[in-house]
T-cell receptor, first 114, second 117 residues
Framework: AQSVTQLGSHVSVSEGALVLLRCNYS??????LFWYVQYPNQGLQLLLKYTSAATLVKGINGFEAEFKKSETSFHLTKPSAHMRDAAEYFCAVSLYNQGGKLIFGQGTELSVKP | EPEVTQTPSHQVTQMGQEVILRCVPI?????FYWYRQILGQKVEFLVS????????KSEIFDDQFSVERPDGSNFTLKIRSTKLEDSAMYFCASSEASRSSGANVLTFGAGSRLTVL
């Protein structure tokens, strides 16, 4: 069965600093991988997704993630944090034949200090 | 931008009461989902729905739960007799892509927080 682990339930960075949110997955077959973001009082919004094309995926708001099969990782990065990036970030996995059934990590809350 | 809307945003109920959570998916989407997140835990898949029937459900989705698309726009989750452990944030989502595609992009609503006393 597939699973997702996000290392660190809370990450704090200074404005302008690198953002790195970690995600490791477990899957017996090649997965599809997603990062969603949740701003306060809003729904989960797709940041980016990996669907077996390029391993480096660029998303919205300057975020990107790299699929590393050898490390079973899909870490989310952004070179320079903005205050507006403060939110909760969720990594999720699905299989090719289980459309819509996402397995989520526990989420990482990102704080950005001025 | 099209969005998924959920009502109520917060509901407080007594244990044993029936609760209906409502969702209006994006109008051209064909696949509908409910997820939930118990405080401090992961977001969990509950059920997917297509063509007026359940496509898949998790083991959480027992006989106390039901889903319905009563008209062309609403998608509801009913909990017949709420338990304390049903307290959670419930997220509705919809997608336009094929049920069999794991690359589906889901659009989520803001959630309905259910508190069972």
């Amino acid at each position: 069965a597939q699973s997702v682990t996000q290392l660190g339930s809370h990450v704090s960075v200074s404005e302008g600093a690198l953002v790195l949110l970690r995600c490791n997955y477990s899957s017996s077959v090649p997965p599809y991988l997603f990062w969603y973001v949740q701003y306060p009082n809003q729904g989960l919004q797709l940041l980016l997704k990996y669907t077996s094309a390029a391993t480096l995926v660029k998303g919205i708001n300057g975020f990107e993630a790299e699929f590393k099969k050898s490390e079973t990782s899909f870490h989310l990065t952004k070179p320079s944090a903005h205050m507006r990036d403060a939110a909760e970030y969720f990594c999720a996995v699905s299989l090719y034949n289980q459309g819509g059934k996402l397995i989520f990590g526990q989420g990482t809350e990102l704080s950005v200090k001025p | 931008e099209p969005e998924v809307t959920q009502t109520p945003s917060h509901q407080v109920t007594q244990m044993g009461q029936e609760v209906i959570l409502r969702c209006v998916p994006i109008s051209n989407h064909l696949y509908f989902y409910w997820y939930r997140q118990i405080l401090g835990q992961k977001v969990e898949f509950l059920v997917s729905f297509y063509n007026n029937e359940i496509s898949e459900k998790s083991e959480i989705f027992d006989d106390q739960f039901s889903v319905e698309r009563p008209d062309g726009s609403n998608f509801t989750l009913k909990i017949r007799s709420t338990k304390l452990e049903d307290s959670a944030m419930y997220f509705c989502a919809s997608s336009e892509a094929s049920r069999s595609s794991g690359a589906n992009v889901l659009t989520f609503g803001a959630g309905s927080r259910l508190t069972v006393l």
